[in-house]
């Protein structure tokens, strides 16, 4: 079946950067965008961009801090956030953009928590 | 960037019975279609897709679940509330980038 698996929750210091993977099985990677979204403590969920046919795009509020990759020989995607701060404690996940609107996501990771913490 | 304002918060609805929930834009999402989703997230779990296009269901969701509305204001409709609908529920636009979601409305029991 078709199954997103992240891997698994991370602690870091201010400032330093983080990378949650997440693997991809049971249907073609390359034929669907993926996409990253987050939910912080008490907040709404935030998309924070998506990588599609080797392009990228992120949200302006994440410009400059997070990269998001694929590597396809291994169904993976990546998405690595720097500089992070106290608010950027949360829940991230990936999601696959549908067949029917590479937008819509219908199929979502597990979720990795982010703790930053001195 | 269009902000998504869900309401109520949160409500309480006796088995059975109807819930209906809201959902307004900043600006319409309608361009021949209405780029509109909504997501169930139970606690502990990810997002689900349950309704795309407005009112278009995803494969496997029950159709107790109904979307409607157009332009900027839309409404996810459970036609008779069952235990396993206890969730948050957000709606998503995706007509333009950044996609944004609506702050969630909380569905409990009575």
């Known amino acids: 079946q078709v199954q997103l698996v992240q891997s698994g929750a991370e602690v870091k210091k201010p400032g330093a950067s983080v990378k949650v993977s997440c693997k991809a099985s049971g249907y073609t990677f390359t034929s669907f965008p993926m996409h990253w979204v987050r939910r912080a403590p008490g907040q709404r969920l935030q998309w924070m961009g998506w990588s599609n046919n080797g392009n990228t795009k992120y949200s302006q509020e994440f410009q400059g801090r997070v990269s998001i990759t694929r590597d396809t020989s291994a169904s993976t995607a990546y998405m690595e956030l720097s500089s992070l701060r106290s608010e950027d404690m949360a829940v991230y996940y990936c999601a696959r953009g549908a067949a029917s609107n590479g937008y819509v996501m219908d199929v979502w990771g597990q979720g990795t928590t982010v703790t930053v913490s001195s | 960037d269009i902000v998504m304002t869900q309401s109520p918060d949160s409500l309480a609805v006796s088995l059975g019975e109807r819930a209906t929930i809201n959902c307004k834009s900043s600006q319409s999402v309608l361009y021949s279609f209405n780029y509109l989703a909504w997501y169930q997230q139970k606690p502990g779990q990810p997002p689900k897709l349950l309704i795309y296009?407005?009112?278009t269901r995803e494969s496997g969701v029950p159709d107790r679940f109904s979307g409607s509305g157009s332009e900027t204001d839309f409404t996810l409709t459970i036609s008779s509330l069952q235990a396993e609908d206890v969730a948050i529920y957000y709606c998503q636009q995706y007509y333009s980038s950044p996609l944004t979601f609506g702050g969630g409305t909380k569905v409990e029991i009575k």
């Open positions: 296009w407005a009112s």
